[in-house]
């Protein structure tokens, strides 16, 4: 028995969601963490987190197309999974993420009163704590130099996988939950 799967997740480019925008009726949504949103956004966006993400609470009206995104194209991937899980059956990504959409020259409302952006605090604590597992290594007892080789494997496991538990953690502190 072959049964027809008429489910299906788009890709779409940066222009085409402009001219959707402009001639469409859609659903934007961001799935980035809420600082990150609240530093930087495409106009019209709703915020939903991939991290506390709930499909069944974001529902297009009949005749809207749902359009996800976020930085890289990971999260979006992943949240358009769990709707095509839940049963819905069209879903699309902007490919390449909020990036593609600046390249492309379209705006972006920017908020200059948000938190720095959780990659830079990631930049920062990561580089805090191998150089005080430096400095603890060569001034009290080298197993500290595992703190930092431990950082710079986490480093490299991010790079690999696209994810960094570093960043999830950080955007759960209560300065990046509420930054809309």
């Not at 959707?20 to 530093?39: F, M, P, S, T």
């Not at 966006?45 to 991290?51: D, E, F, K, R, T």
């Not at 930092?148 to 570093?166: H, K, P, Q, R």
Request: hydrophobic residues 45%; glycine residues 8%; proline residues 5%.
């Amino acid at each position: 028995m072959t049964l027809k799967n008429p489910i299906q997740l788009q890709e779409i480019d940066a222009q085409t969601l402009k001219e959707w925008q402009e001639k469409e009726n859609i659903l934007l949504v961001d799935v980035r963490e809420a600082v990150e949103y609240a530093g930087e956004r495409i106009p019209g966006a709703i915020l939903h987190p991939l991290s506390k993400f709930e499909p069944q609470q974001i529902q297009p009206n009949e005749g809207q197309k749902l359009v996800l995104y976020c930085q890289s194209g990971n999260r979006s991937t992943q949240a358009a999974q769990q709707y095509l899980a839940a049963g819905l059956s069209s879903v699309s990504h902007l490919k390449g993420g909020i990036p593609s959409w600046k390249s492309a020259g379209f705006a972006v409302k920017k908020n200059k009163n948000a938190p720095i952006s959780l990659f830079r605090q990631v930049q920062i604590l990561a580089g805090f704590l191998v150089f005080i597992g430096t400095v603890l290594g060569v001034m009290v007892s080298p197993n500290f130099l595992f703190l930092s080789g431990f950082v710079g494997a986490g480093l490299m496991f991010a790079g690999i996988t696209n994810t960094c538990a570093m960043g999830m953690l950080l955007a759960k502190l209560p300065y990046n939950q509420n930054a809309n």
